[in-house]
C-alpha cells in the first residue's frame, strides 16, 4: 500500500514539475499571433521582455496569488490611522503588493500605454497575467487602463499634465491606479437611472470642479488613487444623456483623503483578492471629463470598451492556464495501468480545451490588433462599426466558453479538482463567474447588439468586417464553411428583427453565439495560415475543425475511428 501511494505521490509531483515555467515561451500560438500582428520588427524589440514576464506569471506571480487569496489573507477595511486620521485605507497581505509590483512594475501592463496605439502589447501582456486568474490586480488593471485612455483622450491638458505621468508609471510603489464606479443600488446594467448627483464648484485643472454626493453600490479596487465615475449633474434630465464623467482623485492637494467613506467590503464569490466596497460620497471633489453632457459616450468610448476587450483576453487566459493544468495532471495521473491522458473520451475532453483556448487567444488578440489600427487612424467606419459589435459579442460568449474549459478542467481531476489547495483550477472557476457580469451580462450585451444591429451603417459595417476576416482566412475555407452559413443565417435575421427589441434580443441570442464563435473561428483560420511548419498547420487546422464542428456545425460529427484519430493528433501540440 505505502508503494502504491508513494507512487501516486511521484506522478502528482511529476504533474507538478512539468507544468510550465514560462507561459510565454510554452506558447507557440502566442508568438505568433505577436509576430504576424506586431510585425517582426516590433515583435523582436519586445520578446525579450514578453519572455521575462512570461516567466515572472509562471513562478513569483502565480505563488503569490495562492497565497493572497488564502481565507485568512483576503483585504480588510481599515479606514483610520493609528492616529485617528480618516483614510479610507484597505490592509492587504503582503502577497497582495508581491502580485502589484509583478503585473505594474515587471510586467509594465499600464506602462505600455505611453506608446500610441499600443492594445495589443498591453492585452498580450494581460493574456499572460490573466493564467494566474485576477491576481488582486488584474482587474484594477483594466480599470486603469481606461483611466490613461481617457487621461491621453477627452481629459483637459492639466488633468492629463497632473495625473497621466503617474497613471504610466512602471514603478508599483510609486504609480497611480485607477478604479471605475458606475453601478448602484438601482442602477446596474441601467445606467441611466444613475442618482449619484454632481454638483458645480468653481474650476480646476482646466475644466469645471463638481462635488459628489450619494452612494454607489458596487466599486472595484475602492484603494484606487484615481477614480472614474459617472453622476447625475444636478438639474439634468433622466437617462445616460444626464450624466457626467468625473475624475475623482483619493487625496486631495493637500493630502487629506476626498470626501468619501467606504461603508464595508463586499464578500465576493470570485476575485477576492482584489476588495470591492460599497461607498457613500459626501461632497467629494471631482473634476468633469470633456462637457459634462459627453459623459456617457465618454465612458463607452473609452472605459467600457476597453475593459470588454480586456475581459475578453482575461476569458481567454484562464481557457489557456484549464488546459495546460488539465492536460498535465491527464498525461502524469494513471488509472487502470495507464496514463488517464490515453482514454479516448479524456482525450475528447483535452482536445475541446485545446479548441476552445486557442480560438479564444486568437480572437481576443486580433481584436486588440483592430483597436490598434483604429487609432492609427487606419480603420474606415465599417471597419469600426465591426469593431464595436465584435467587441461586445465576444465578451459575452469569451467568458461562456472560459466557465466550461474551466469545469472541464476540473473534470479531468477528478475529485481533486474541487479542492482549493490542490490546484488553481477553483479560484479560476470562482473568478471566471464574476467576468461573466463585470461590463456587462449576457443579457445587457444582447440587448446592446440589438440597437447596434437596428442601425443599418452599424450593421453592414460588422458584416463587412467579417467577410473581411474570412479573406483572411480564405485557405481554410472548407473547415469554416459551418461558420459562413451561421454568418448567413445571423445577417438574414439582422435585416428583419422584430420591432419589438424584447423579442428581437430573445430571437438575437443564437444568432449573437454563432457569430461570436464565427469571429473566434475566423481569427483563429487566419493565425493558423501564418503557421510556417506545415505538419503543425495541418494539426492546428484539425483544431480549428474540432472547435467550428463543436460550436458552429448543425449536424454533430460523427465519433467514429477518425473521430479519435483526430482528438489523438491534436494532443501531440496541446
Not at 23 to 46: D, I, K, Y
Not at 182 to 196: C, I, P, R
Not at 206 to 218: A, L, S
Not at 501 to 509: F, K, N, P, T, V
Request: glycine share 8%; net charge neutral; aromatic share 8%.
Amino acid at each position: 500500500m505505502a508503494e502504491a501511494h508513494e507512487r501516486a505521490r511521484e506522478d502528482l509531483h511529476g504533474w507538478q514539475h512539468d507544468q510550465p515555467k514560462n507561459f510565454f515561451r510554452s506558447n507557440h500560438q502566442l508568438e505568433r499571433l505577436l509576430r504576424a500582428h506586431l510585425g517582426p520588427e516590433r515583435f523582436a524589440a519586445r520578446e525579450r521582455h514578453f519572455e521575462a514576464f512570461g516567466a515572472v506569471v509562471a513562478g513569483e506571480l502565480d505563488a503569490a496569488a495562492i497565497v493572497n487569496n488564502r481565507e485568512g489573507n483576503l483585504p480588510r477595511l481599515d479606514r483610520y490611522s493609528p492616529y485617528g486620521v480618516r483614510t479610507e485605507g484597505i490592509e492587504n497581505h503582503p502577497a497582495y503588493d508581491v502580485c502589484g509590483k509583478a503585473i505594474y512594475e515587471h510586467g509594465e501592463l499600464i506602462a505600455a500605454y505611453a506608446e500610441p496605439a499600443s492594445n495589443l502589447r498591453a492585452q498580450a501582456l494581460f493574456y499572460l497575467s490573466s493564467h494566474v486568474g485576477e491576481a488582486a490586480h488584474n482587474c484594477p488593471i483594466a480599470c486603469t487602463a481606461g483611466v490613461a485612455k481617457i487621461l491621453q483622450g477627452p481629459a483637459s491638458a492639466e488633468l492629463r499634465g497632473a495625473f497621466l505621468a503617474r497613471v504610466l508609471l512602471a514603478k508599483y510603489p510609486d504609480r497611480f491606479d485607477g478604479a471605475q464606479f458606475l453601478t448602484e443600488l438601482q442602477g446596474g446594467s441601467d445606467v441611466g437611472a444613475n442618482a449619484v448627483e454632481a454638483r458645480p464648484d468653481g474650476e480646476a485643472y482646466g475644466t469645471t470642479r463638481w462635488r459628489i454626493h450619494g452612494e454607489k453600490w458596487f466599486c472595484s479596487n475602492p484603494g484606487a488613487s484615481l477614480i472614474l465615475m459617472t453622476a447625475r449633474v444636478q438639474g439634468a434630465a433622466a437617462g445616460t444623456g444626464g450624466l457626467g464623467l468625473f475624475l475623482v482623485p483619493r487625496v486631495l492637494p493637500n493630502g487629506a483623503t476626498n470626501a468619501f467613506r467606504l461603508r464595508r467590503l463586499k464578500e465576493k464569490l470570485g476575485t477576492r483578492s482584489m476588495p470591492s466596497a460599497e461607498i457613500d460620497f459626501d461632497g467629494a471633489e471631482a473634476y468633469a471629463i470633456g462637457d459634462v453632457r459627453d459623459g456617457f459616450r465618454h465612458v463607452m468610448n473609452h472605459v467600457i470598451n476597453t475593459s470588454r476587450l480586456y475581459n475578453t483576453v482575461g476569458c481567454a487566459g484562464i481557457s489557456r492556464r484549464a488546459h495546460l493544468v488539465a492536460t498535465g495532471y491527464a498525461r502524469a495521473r494513471r488509472a487502470f495501468g495507464r496514463s488517464v491522458a490515453t482514454f479516448p473520451l479524456v482525450q475528447e475532453m483535452l482536445a475541446g480545451t485545446f479548441a476552445t483556448a486557442s480560438a479564444l487567444a486568437a480572437g481576443a488578440l486580433t481584436l486588440a490588433a483592430e483597436s490598434d489600427r483604429a487609432e492609427r487612424g487606419e480603420a474606415s467606419e465599417a471597419d469600426r462599426a465591426f469593431l464595436r459589435i465584435a467587441t461586445n459579442l465576444a465578451k459575452m460568449r469569451s467568458c461562456q466558453h472560459s466557465h466550461r474549459t474551466v469545469l472541464t478542467g476540473i473534470e479531468a481531476l477528478g475529485g481533486n479538482g474541487a479542492i482549493e489547495s490542490f490546484s488553481v483550477l477553483p479560484r479560476l472557476l470562482r473568478d471566471n463567474v464574476v467576468y461573466e457580469n463585470w461590463e456587462g451580462t449576457h443579457n445587457t450585451l444582447i440587448a446592446q447588439t440589438v440597437r447596434d444591429m437596428a442601425r443599418p451603417a452599424l450593421r453592414e459595417g460588422f458584416f463587412a468586417g467579417l467577410e473581411r476576416w474570412s479573406t483572411q482566412a480564405a485557405s481554410l475555407r472548407e473547415i469554416l464553411a459551418p461558420a459562413a452559413e451561421a454568418i448567413g443565417r445571423a445577417h438574414a435575421f439582422c435585416n428583419a428583427m422584430p420591432a419589438d427589441d424584447g423579442l428581437a434580443a430573445l430571437a438575437l441570442r443564437p444568432h449573437a453565439d454563432a457569430l461570436a464563435d464565427a469571429i473566434f473561428a475566423l481569427a483563429y483560420a487566419a493565425d493558423i495560415a501564418s503557421e510556417g511548419d506545415s505538419d503543425r498547420r495541418a494539426t492546428e487546422s484539425l483544431t480549428l475543425a474540432h472547435f467550428v464542428e463543436r460550436e458552429l456545425a448543425q449536424v454533430p460529427r460523427a465519433r467514429d475511428a477518425a473521430y479519435a484519430a483526430r482528438l489523438e493528433r491534436m494532443l501531440t501540440i496541446a
